[in-house]
């Protein structure tokens, strides 16, 4: 596989979204072919998941397995061979999401994913992660004045708080991946320091 793996992570409300399309339009000027999809969803199976991960109140376990479900899909379908074809796939999510919601906030313990994990991905692992941090009370702040919060959105200030320290730690543990962006910045701020790290891959 030759193209490069680039993976978008955060608490909800850390403002990833907003920098997606000068992550898009920064890698598309250098002519290769770039993909966006997202997790969960991306493929057609992948998003009638993620429909029911997002809405429907499920066993925390059930809602592991279904997040490594979608992924298996996204991988097969989407991922490998836009990488086998050279591309670049930016996804808005992948698995440290699923490290950071399920394992660090509902609980599923850290060996149950890895065995996911490498069940799923083998060794599969984004070249870049931009993790954009913001503090629990940001992301909070952020949220209410989303229109229709999802059921993670719906969540507690404890929750966030395990997220983010899971998030955190999965950077803490994997320098060479990750790029802790401070997104609790104005726009232009965080802008620039995304514009420097894609042009550093
Ligand atoms: P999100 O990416 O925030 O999309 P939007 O910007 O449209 O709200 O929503 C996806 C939600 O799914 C988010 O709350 C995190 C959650 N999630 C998990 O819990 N585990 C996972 O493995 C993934 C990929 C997402």
């Known amino acids: 596989m030759c193209g490069?793996?680039?993976?978008?992570?955060?608490?909800?409300?850390?403002?990833?979204?907003?920098?997606?399309?000068?992550?898009?339009n920064a890698l598309k000027l250098r002519g290769a072919e770039v993909v966006s999809t997202r997790e969960p969803g991306g493929t057609l199976l992948g998003e009638q998941l993620r429909e029911l991960?997002?809405?429907?109140?499920?066993?925390p376990e059930t809602e592991a397995l279904l997040m490594f479900a979608a992924r298996r899909e996204h991988i097969a379908q989407v991922i490998e061979p836009a990488l086998v074809r050279g591309a670049?796939?930016?996804?808005?999510?992948?698995?440290?999401?699923?490290?950071?919601?399920?394992?660090?906030?509902?609980?599923?313990?850290?060996?149950?994913?890895?065995?996911?994990?490498?069940?799923?991905q083998g060794g599969l692992q984004p070249d870049v992660t931009l993790?954009?941090?913001?503090?629990?009370?940001?992301?909070?702040?952020?949220?209410?004045?989303?229109?229709?919060p999802d059921k993670f959105e719906r969540e507690t200030a404890d929750f966030f708080n395990r997220i983010?320290?899971?998030?955190?730690?999965?950077?803490?543990?994997?320098?060479?991946?990750?790029?802790?962006?401070?997104a609790n910045r104005d726009i232009d701020a965080v802008r620039q320091s995304v514009e420097e790290i894609v042009a550093s891959i």
């Open 88 to 120: 670049y796939v930016v996804t808005d999510r992948f698995a440290d999401a699923s490290f950071a919601y399920q394992c660090g906030g509902r609980g599923i313990s850290f060996e149950k994913m890895l065995d996911l994990e490498s069940w799923v």
């Open 164 to 182: 983010r320290n899971a998030y955190l730690r999965r950077a803490a543990d994997c320098p060479e991946r990750f790029r802790v962006i401070d």
């Open 4 to 24: 490069k793996f680039i993976s978008l992570e955060g608490m909800d409300g850390a403002g990833k979204s907003t920098h997606i399309p000068t992550i898009l």
């Open 131 to 148: 993790l954009f941090d913001v503090p629990v009370e940001v992301s909070i702040q952020r949220l209410a004045s989303a229109r229709a």
């Open 53 to 59: 991960l997002l809405q429907q109140d499920m066993h």
